[in-house]
């Protein structure tokens, strides 16, 4: 997997979010509260591979959540490894953010 460039607006998002974002914004339920399986859409299949229609509901769902910018700069500060980038998180499948990751890792923007 390739890292993004410097200038891909997934690695501009995390630069304004990590400017922006202040306690106080931080406000709201996550949206997938109820079924936290749901954005793991590889055990839904039980294939090891994402389950298509699983992932889109669970995109779907964070695209509702209040929470998007939180939940991305958390995962990318806590996760501890590409490895454990996975699933849907912030409206993003893990493909996505484990190149997202792997940018960040690279350039100390972690
Ligand atoms: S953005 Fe994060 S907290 Fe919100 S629904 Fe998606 S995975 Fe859950």
New binding site residues.
């Given amino acids: 997997m390739e890292p993004l460039s410097a200038d891909h607006p997934l690695v501009v998002r995390v630069r304004r979010i990590k400017q922006t974002l202040r306690a106080d914004d931080v406000v709201g339920t996550?949206?997938?509260?109820a079924d936290?399986d749901l954005?793991h859409p590889d055990r839904v299949s039980g294939l090891g591979c994402p389950d298509h229609k699983a992932e889109r509901k669970?995109?779907t769902?964070?695209?509702?959540?209040?929470?998007?910018d939180?939940?991305?700069l958390q995962?990318l500060r806590e996760v501890g490894g590409v490895e454990h980038v996975l699933?849907?998180?912030?409206?993003l499948k893990q493909t996505a953010r484990q190149a997202l990751y792997l940018t960040l890792a690279k350039e100390g923007l972690l």
Avoid: F, S
Avoid at 30 to 33: G, Q, R, S
Avoid at 87 to 91: D, E, L, S
């Fill in positions: 996550p949206a997938c509260a936290p954005h669970a995109i769902v964070c695209q509702a959540c209040p929470l998007t939180l939940c991305l995962e699933g849907v998180r912030a409206g």
